[in-house]
Nanobody, 119 residues
Framework: QVQLVESGGGLVQAGGSLRLSCAAS????????MGWYRQAPGRQRELVAT???????NYADSVKGRFTISRGNAKNTVYLQMNSLKPEDTAVYYC?????????????WGQGTQVTVSS
């Protein structure tokens, strides 16, 4: 099993910054992708940003230029630096780890951390 623990959410004014952190532990393969998704009330969960173990990144159009995803020196950590936050960024942010193992893809999720941006 894989466990993901997130931290760093909170309340911030529009234009401010927050940094989310996620640490993964357990049965993790070397080649994987980690990322952040978010879900606002009444909306579906959506991709925010992902990063592979090789460092390739992918961002939602709505956060390009404002958010930066990175992995720590301990490869099973991932960060999301969020700058120039907008009220529409308010959501529960979930850490995700995706890995291919035993001939199948597996997704693991953290418990979520609330990000609230006030106008």
């Amino acid at each position: 099993q894989v466990q993901l623990v997130e931290s760093g959410g909170g309340l911030v004014q529009a234009g401010g910054s927050l940094r989310l952190s996620c640490a993964a532990s357990g049965s993790i393969v070397t080649n994987n992708a980690m990322g952040w998704y978010r879900q606002a009330p009444g909306r579906q969960r959506e991709l925010v940003a992902t990063i592979t173990s090789a460092g390739s990144t992918n961002y939602a159009d709505s956060v390009k230029g404002r958010f930066t995803i990175s992995r720590g020196n301990a490869k099973n950590t991932v960060y999301l630096q969020m700058n120039s936050l907008k009220p529409e960024d308010t959501a529960v942010y979930y850490c995700n780890l995706n890995q291919y193992r035993w001939a199948a893809n597996y997704d693991y999720w953290g418990q979520g951390t609330q990000v609230t941006v006030s106008s």
